[in-house]
């Protein structure tokens, strides 16, 4: 028998007055797999993100998943700290670290939800919360490793390039122990280089850490690289799903597109 899909999104519409941003959208994401989520500007991909991921609660439809220990839930109308507790964790289109703290600290907090210690034993500095402390100063660090920055563990997170900020907001999504992560436009404002290395980087944590992918970009090199299906909305509809080469010769998409650059 195959395995549940680990996401599950059927009829999925999110209205906002009389606007349909997400109108009935159906997609699976399998356990292991890089999925793209494209559209032209406005289709309705960040909204998607954010019915998934508790930041709204969607006007109709069911979102389903499978954790890896086979347990089943539907996350209508769970708050975003719940999901992400349930193994769902994502970034945003815009850069949303703790710009004055350190690389470090930016990954102890998504850590942090972690701790079993309760408010009483932090405040006291039990022995418990001093153990589980360092713990979590560890396991940050071995994420910036994984994540290739560790180069800058104590440096604030403003000061560092562009596209290792980028990377630092993966680092703290990973913090979290997903078993799926949501990126909105991870290469968006890379310069080649940057983008290069964030490719092999979500091929790497697909592969050491055992974490599907679903991304939003419009860099469409990037996605016909990493992607093994894609699913494309335009006006809040989904006008096609297939492997990258059925997408670039899909006439809806190329109608949708005209006028953006579709070529890998
Ligand atoms: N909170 C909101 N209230 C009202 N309208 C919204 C809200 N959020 C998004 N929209 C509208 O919903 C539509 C879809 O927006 P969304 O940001 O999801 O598109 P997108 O595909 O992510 O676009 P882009 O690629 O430009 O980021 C747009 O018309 C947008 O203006």
């Known amino acids: 028998m195959s395995e549940a899909p680990i996401l599950?999104?059927?009829?999925?519409?999110?209205?906002?007055?009389?606007?349909?941003a997400v109108d009935n959208v159906t997609l699976k994401i399998n356990k292991g797999e890089i999925v793209a989520l494209i559209g032209p500007n406005g289709?309705?991909?960040?909204?998607?993100?954010?019915?998934?991921?508790?930041?709204?609660?969607?006007?109709?439809?069911?979102?389903?998943?499978?954790?890896?220990?086979?347990?089943q839930s539907v996350l209508n109308g769970l708050k975003p700290n719940i999901i992400n507790e349930k193994g769902l964790a994502r970034t945003f289109q815009n850069i949303r670290l703790f710009s004055n703290m350190t690389v470090l600290?930016?990954?102890?907090?998504?850590?942090?939800?972690s701790?079993?210690?309760?408010?009483?034993?932090?405040?006291?500095?039990?022995?418990?919360?001093?153990?589980e402390e360092q713990k979590v100063i560890e396991d940050s660090y071995e994420i910036l490793?994984?994540?290739?920055?560790?180069?800058?563990?104590?440096?604030?997170?403003?000061?560092?390039?562009?596209?290792?900020?980028?990377?630092?907001?993966?680092?703290?999504?990973?913090?979290?122990?997903?078993?799926?992560?949501?990126?909105?436009?991870?290469?968006?404002?890379m310069n080649p280089q940057e983008t290069n290395e964030l490719v092999f980087l979500i091929q790497k944590l697909r592969k050491e850490e055992d974490i599907s992918i679903l991304l939003i970009e419009h860099d469409m090199s990037l996605v016909m690289t990493l992607s093994e299906r894609i699913y494309v909305v335009d006006y809040?509809?989904?006008?096609?799903?297939g492997s990258p080469l059925e997408i670039k010769n899909n006439k809806d998409v190329i109608k949708a597109y005209l006028g953006e650059d579709i070529d890998a």
């Open 105 to 113: 600290e930016n990954v102890m907090i998504g850590r942090h939800q």
């Open 145 to 189: 490793k994984k994540i290739g920055l560790e180069m800058f563990v104590n440096e604030v997170a403003s000061n560092l390039p562009y596209g290792a900020q980028r990377r630092l907001e993966i680092a703290r999504a990973m913090a979290t122990n997903p078993f799926l992560l949501l990126l909105d436009e991870p290469a968006a404002g």
């Open 8 to 20: 599950e999104v059927n009829d999925l519409s999110m209205v906002f007055g009389g606007l349909h």
């Open 115 to 131: 701790l079993k210690s309760g408010i009483l034993s932090s405040v006291l500095r039990t022995k418990k919360n001093r153990i």
């Open 43 to 71: 289709a309705g991909k960040t909204t998607f993100f954010n019915c998934v991921t508790g930041v709204y609660v969607p006007t109709h439809g069911e979102i389903k998943i499978t954790t890896p220990d086979g347990n």
């Open 236 to 241: 809040g509809k989904m006008i096609a799903e």
